[in-house]
């Protein structure tokens, strides 16, 4: 009897399983998206003739008749620059349509076709860049989420070189003009500002602008406290940018995408790393590093938490200098010392400055026999990011030291200081 139960138990899970795998379900199949409604009969230019950009009068609403427009995405949310907005292009223009939606680009990525049924929307600016969305408060606001369907519909899969344009190539100060704004543009051979080059395009805490000049002309790079790449470092020299060209009042703005929208060109060749300088417990002792401090209330350590060097925030004078071993390099011509360092800044830069000396001797400390570096450093972060590139060819020696110093002259709170590395690159 036993035996007969047994047998009976393994039978019904075998069917079991056995019925189950027959009813596995069937894997969907992806079907590219066609689109199937009314013809397209207007274009991004005919919704801007809608409205007059900073006038008095209330946003056009289109309420009547079919008003569909054949585009392409131009735009990403997948860096974190752009947030809760849409931009799209055709023949005639560019325009962004905010939506009330994070990770649009999962559904709508760059080079994606689309209908747009404008019927309901609204158009009218926002300091002077045009925008089409829900009417919100007497303004453009942004479309609801389960809305989107209502006026959105896929046509294809996404191919940008399908579209009826091309990028569009900002050459010069007369390619900065409306008509150009919220497309996708490419700047080449463009420069970010010495006081941005090392820097990260934007720290936590808030958006950060950089200016970026081509051909005698300007643009600023703004880039969001919450974009993904927002700690990479603006590069020295000559780059390729590509983004959203947006209009803010009178200054045009470039809304990068990703950091792949950053193309270091071919001209520029990549910094070789000669040489990094870290620190641990023993940089004061064995590791050569030396502190000049005639403060007796405040010094540099170093502080395990952060293996960096630290200075104290400090409420009174002090000229505390953090000084190293001497350095030995084959050449100086074409190299740069770049510091890895943090600390929000409180008061002027020429309290924290780095200088050299070629005539340093241990135990013998003489103010005359260090000199600053002109430009010095002007990147401060509440991150750990490297500093403005510091020129070491004005040593004009292979051998040399360098100092970190923390001069408060006047007796004002000043914020703590980590430094991290010091990095040497030709």
């Known amino acids: 009897m036993k035996n007969y139960t047994l047998h009976l138990i393994i039978f019904c899970i075998a069917a079991l399983i056995f019925s189950s795998c027959q009813n596995k379900w069937d894997e969907p199949v992806f079907e590219t998206p066609v689109y199937s409604g009314k013809k397209a009969n207007k274009t991004i230019a005919d919704i801007k003739a809608l409205h007059t950009i900073n006038s ?103 191919d940008l070189s399908k579209a009826p344009f091309e990028v569009t190539k900002i050459q010069s100060v007369a390619d900065l003009n409306p008509d150009n704004q919220s497309k996708l543009v490419i700047i080449r051979d463009c420069e970010f500002d010495a006081a941005s080059v090392g820097r990260q395009l934007s720290g936590n805490d808030v958006t950060t602008e950089h200016t970026v000049t081509f051909n005698g002309a300007t643009v600023v790079v703004r880039t969001s406290n919450y974009a993904k790449f927002r700690s990479t470092t603006c590069p020295e020299g000559k780059v390729t940018l590509q983004g959203i060209l947006s209009l803010y009042n009178s200054t045009y703005q470039l809304l990068l995408r990703t950091k792949d929208d950053i193309i270091i060109q071919n001209d520029t060749p990549e ?83 780095v200088y050299y000396s070629t005539t340093h001797v241990d135990g013998r400390f003489n103010e005359a026999e260090w000199h600053a570096f ?53």
């Open 56 to 158: 008095n009068l209330l946003d056009s609403i289109m309420l009547k008749g079919n008003f569909i427009v054949e585009a392409w995405v131009v735009s990403s949310d997948e860096g974190g620059n752009i947030y809760k907005s849409l931009y799209v292009q055709d023949a005639t223009g560019g325009l962004e349509i905010p939506i009330n939606k994070t990770g649009i680009y999962t559904q709508y990525p760059v080079g994606q076709k689309v209908f747009i049924n404008c019927k309901g929307l609204v158009v009218g600016d926002y300091h002077n860049q045009y925008r089409m969305g829900w009417i919100y408060q007497g303004a453009v606001g942004q479309i609801h989420s389960a809305f989107i369907d209502n006026h959105f519909s896929k046509d294809g899969l996404p």
């Open 374 to 426: 002109s430009p010095n450093l002007t990147n401060f972060q509440s991150n750990y990011s490297l500093s403005n590139a510091l020129d070491l060819s004005v040593i004009q020696n292979n051998n040399f030291r360098i100092a970190i110093r923390f001069n408060n002259k006047t007796g004002v709170s000043t914020d703590r200081w980590y430094i991290k590395s010091i990095q040497l690159k030709k």
């Open 271 to 353: 910094e070789e790393l000669l040489k990094t300088m870290t620190f641990d417990a023993n940089s004061l002792t064995s590791g050569g590093w030396t502190i000049h401090d005639p403060s007796s209330s405040t010094k540099w350590t170093y502080q395990n938490s952060e293996t960096a060097m630290f200075h104290p925030p400090t409420y009174t004078t002090c000229d505390d200098w953090l000084i190293s071993p001497e350095i030995s390099l084959p050449a100086v011509e074409g190299v740069s010392l770049y510091l890895e360092h943090r600390m929000t800044i409180q008061n002027a830069p020429d309290f924290f400055q």
